[in-house]
C-alpha cells in the first residue's frame, strides 16, 4: 500500500531512497509546505545512470509483448490509484479536479495507446541478390527532464516511448512538482525490471549533470526555450541526441463571421487552460476588427463567470499560478502594462494579500504588437486581444515570432479558415477547435519552440537508431 502523503523517496534501481540534502515542496493555493523531497547528489544521479546501464542489456533484449506489456501495467497502476495522483497532483501543481482527470486519465490512455505502436523493420529489398532491412533499436539511458505545467503527463510522454522501444530512463521532474513523479516511480517497480525506470529529484543542477551526463545517451526536455539552449548546449559535448519541447506564444486568429457570444467560452479556454500555464496556451488573440468590440466584450462576461480557487475546492475552475518565482514574473507583466497606460479590459487587480499565488484572469486591449505581454510568453492569466482587418497582415502578425508551437483559426468560412492555417508557422495548428492532442499525432515546435517531436511513430523513432542490415546472397558463392 502505498501511502501518497508521506514519504517521498526517489527510485534508483529499484530501491527507494532518501538524501542527505532535501528540499520543500508547496501546495500553491495556501503557500503552505507539503512535504521535504530528496535532493538527489552527484553520486545517486551516477547510481542511477549505472542502473540504467546494468538493465538495459535485457531490457533491449526483451520480446516487444513484454515491454508492451509493461506499459499496460504502468496504465493499470496509475488507473488503480487515480484517486490518489489527483489528489496529489492538485495539492502540489494547483490544478482543479476537472485539470487533474484530463492529466491523470490521460496519462493511463498514453500508456496504453503508446503500447500499440510499432516501429516495425523496413525491408527496403529482398530479392535473390540481397537483403536490405531497417531496424529501429533503443538508444540505450535517456534521461527526461520535466516542467511543472503538467508534471506527469509530460513525463509519460516520455517512459512510454522510450520503455517500448528498449531504452532504460532516468525521470527528472521539476522541482516545483516532484511529488506525483516520485509516487510514480515506486508503483512503477510493481510494473519492471529494477534499473528500467529510475526518478531522482532535484534542482536545475541535476537538470545540467544529466544532460552532461556521459553515462546518458539521449535527453527528452520539455520546459523554457533558454533552457532548452543550455541543454542543446551541454549535450552537444557527446553529441547525446536531443527531443526539445519548448515555449510557445500561440496566435489565435478569429474570423469576422463566427458568433461572438457562442464562441467566447471556445476562446476563453484555448487561453486560461491550465490558468494558462500551458505552452500551447493561446498567447495572442487576433479577432476581426469587425466583431473585435462584441467578442471582447463576450470573452470579459464570460470570463467573469469563471471560479478562480484553491483547486482542492469543488467549484474552482481555475487554480493559482504553480510557484512563486512565477507568480513574480506574471506580476510583472501587468505592471508593465500598466506602466505603459495599455488599457485593461478585465484583471489586473493582484490581492497581495491572497492565501495562495492568485493572479486574476487579465485581459489587455489591443497593446502594441510589439509590447511585452504581445511579443514574450507570461505564461500566466494575462491575454492580449489584437484588432486586425487585413488577412495577409494578420498572418504575417502571427508569425513574427521566434516561437511556432501551436496556432489556431476560427471561422464559419471553412475555405479562409484552412487557406490562413495552411500559411501559420506552428507545429500543430488547430482549425475551429484546439489542443486535441493524441498518442498518434505528432507534437513538436518549429523554430525555437523545439526540435524533434514527441508522439506518434516519428516521435517514437527519436528514440531509436537507424540500424541497417544489408546481406549480399550471392557474393561468397562462387
Ligand atoms: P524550465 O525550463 O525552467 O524547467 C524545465 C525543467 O528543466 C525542470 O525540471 C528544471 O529543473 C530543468 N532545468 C532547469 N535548468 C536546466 C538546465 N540548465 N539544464 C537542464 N535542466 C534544467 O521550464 P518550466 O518553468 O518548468 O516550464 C515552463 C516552460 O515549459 C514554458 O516555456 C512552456 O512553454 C514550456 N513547455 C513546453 C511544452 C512543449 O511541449 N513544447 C510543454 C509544457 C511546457
Not at 514574450?376 to 488577412?391: A, M
Not at 516521435?459 to 557474393?475: C, F, Q, R, S, V
Request: glycine share 8%; proline share 5%; with cysteine.
Amino acid at each position: 500500500m502505498i501511502d501518497f502523503n508521506h514519504d517521498y523517496r526517489m527510485t534508483i534501481g529499484g530501491r527507494l531512497e532518501t538524501s542527505a540534502g532535501s528540499f520543500k515542496a508547496f501546495n500553491p493555493a495556501t503557500k503552505q509546505e507539503i512535504a521535504r523531497v530528496p535532493d538527489a547528489t552527484r553520486a545517486q544521479l551516477d547510481q542511477a545512470v549505472a542502473a540504467a546501464r546494468a538493465a538495459f542489456p535485457q531490457w533491449r533484449a526483451a520480446p516487444r509483448e513484454q515491454r508492451q506489456a509493461a506499459l499496460i501495467r504502468i496504465a493499470e497502476l496509475i488507473e488503480s490509484h487515480a484517486e490518489q495522483f489527483m489528489a496529489l497532483l492538485t495539492r502540489e501543481q494547483g490544478k482543479p479536479r476537472a485539470g487533474a482527470e484530463w492529466e491523470i486519465g490521460g496519462s493511463a490512455i498514453w500508456c496504453r495507446e503508446m503500447a500499440k505502436l510499432a516501429l516495425n523493420d523496413e525491408v527496403l529489398e529482398d530479392s535473390a541478390e540481397r537483403r536490405v532491412v531497417t531496424r529501429f533499436t533503443p538508444l540505450g539511458v535517456v534521461g527526461a527532464i520535466v516542467p511543472w505545467n503538467f508534471p506527469i503527463l509530460l513525463a509519460i510522454w516520455k517512459i512510454a516511448p522510450a520503455l517500448l522501444t528498449g531504452n532504460c530512463i532516468i525521470v527528472k521532474p521539476s522541482p516545483f512538482t516532484p511529488l506525483c513523479t516520485l509516487k510514480l516511480g515506486e508503483l512503477c517497480r510493481d510494473a519492471l525490471p529494477e534499473g528500467v525506470l529510475n526518478v531522482v529529484s532535484g534542482g536545475d543542477e541535476l537538470g545540467k549533470w544529466m544532460s552532461s551526463h556521459a553515462g546518458i545517451d539521449k535527453i527528452a526536455f520539455t520546459g523554457h526555450t533558454d533552457t532548452g539552449k543550455h541543454v542543446m548546449r551541454s549535450a552537444a559535448a557527446s553529441l547525446k541526441r536531443v527531443t526539445l519541447e519548448l515555449g510557445g506564444n500561440d496566435p489565435a486568429i478569429v474570423l469576422p463571421d463566427v458568433d461572438p457570444k457562442a464562441i467566447a467560452p471556445q476562446l476563453f479556454w484555448a487561453a486560461f487552460q491550465n490558468n494558462a500555464q500551458f505552452c500551447n496556451a493561446t498567447k495572442r488573440l487576433y479577432v476581426h476588427d469587425r466583431i473585435y468590440g462584441a467578442v471582447l466584450a463576450a470573452l470579459t462576461a464570460y470570463a467573469k463567470t469563471v471560479v478562480v480557487g484553491d483547486g482542492a475546492q469543488a467549484d474552482t475552475q481555475l487554480g493559482p499560478i504553480q510557484n512563486e518565482p512565477q507568480y513574480l514574473k506574471v506580476l510583472e507583466y501587468i505592471e508593465d502594462c500598466k506602466k505603459n497606460g495599455y488599457r485593461f479590459a478585465l484583471g489586473g487587480e493582484v490581492d497581495a494579500d491572497a492565501q495562495g499565488w492568485f493572479v486574476p484572469v487579465t485581459l489587455v486591449d489591443d497593446p502594441p504588437e510589439d509590447s511585452r505581454v504581445v511579443a514574450e510568453e507570461p505564461f500566466g492569466p494575462i491575454l492580449p486581444t489584437l484588432r486586425w482587418h487585413d488577412e495577409s497582415d494578420v498572418i504575417r502578425r502571427a508569425n513574427d515570432t521566434r516561437y511556432g508551437l501551436g496556432a489556431s483559426v476560427w471561422g464559419r468560412d471553412l475555405a479562409a479558415v484552412q487557406r490562413i492555417g495552411r500559411q501559420l508557422e506552428a507545429g500543430t495548428v488547430w482549425l475551429n477547435e484546439v489542443h486535441q492532442y493524441s498518442p498518434y499525432q505528432a507534437f513538436g515546435g518549429h523554430k525555437e519552440s523545439g526540435v524533434g517531436c514527441e508522439n506518434s511513430l516519428h516521435g517514437m523513432m527519436e528514440y531509436t537508431n537507424w540500424h541497417t542490415i544489408t546481406l549480399n546472397k550471392t557474393a561468397m558463392m562462387g
